[in-house]
């Protein structure tokens, strides 16, 4: 017999959309996945003393300029408390990354202008696999590090996924990784490989998973 109490001693997950409050909180779960994430760590030069500090501010800039362009954003909340996030930007958000002045200039001042080149350089190479017509993109997704392997992660993607479907703009979500165990996941979730980008000694990887307008998916077979 069930007493009520399995909800409290088990709440259930929750999607939200994030707003300005959940800022703060969101820059602590990206911060914590993306410290040593391959990509990040040569991007922006992690021998060099300062990449904790080059690591939050990009993903201060990042977080910032997603909500300052009203770019989705989502999270799993699990008892009052925020697990996971993620930020999409619609289809062709990406492309104008370079031509962002003043978050460029931001960028520059805070992580310096080498690696901000090495950044703008790397997003253009993306660019040049994207599927055509272009697909929306995850350039921040995140777990808590207390929450992770309890499958927050899989329930955040589904959503990002049927977000990507009610925007018949785009043509799936494309997504990357310098971290290769995150591949079988991936592969998983129906994801493929649309190529890789050499960064020093390592490849990332990026993948592409087409997304059906939600009408379509609805529609009879």
């Not at 501010?57 to 008892?79: H, K, W």
């Not at 049927?162 to 997504?175: K, Q």
Request: neutral net charge; charged residues 25%; contains cysteine.
């Amino acid at each position: 017999m069930n007493d009520g109490n399995d909800k409290k001693n088990n709440p259930e997950p929750v999607i939200v959309r994030l707003d300005e409050s959940a800022r703060n909180e969101a820059k602590s779960i990206l911060f914590h996945a993306y410290l040593r994430e391959p990509t990040f760590q040569y991007l922006f030069d992690h021998r060099r003393p300062g990449y904790e500090q080059r690591v939050r501010a990009t993903i201060r800039e990042l977080i910032d300029l997603y909500l300052d362009l009203n770019q989705e954003s989502i999270g799993v909340m699990l008892d009052n408390t925020l697990v996971a996030v993620a930020f999409i930007g619609d289809p062709d958000l990406r492309l104008n990354l370079a031509d962002q002045i003043s978050w460029r200039i931001r960028m520059v001042l805070t992580t310096g202008f080498a690696c901000t080149r090495r950044y703008l350089d790397y997003h253009q190479k993306i660019k040049e696999m994207l599927p055509q017509p272009l697909a929306h993109q995850l350039p921040l997704m995140g777990v808590n590090p207390q929450y992770q392997n309890r499958g927050f992660g899989r329930l955040l993607l589904s959503a990002v996924e049927r977000l990507c479907a009610d925007n018949p703009r785009g043509s799936g979500l494309v997504l990357d990784t310098g971290n290769s165990r995150y591949l079988p996941f991936y592969e998983s979730e129906g994801f493929r490989s649309l190529g890789k980008i050499r960064l020093g000694d390592f490849e990332d990887h990026v993948l592409f998973r087409e997304v059906c307008p939600a009408e379509k998916q609805a529609a009879p077979g």
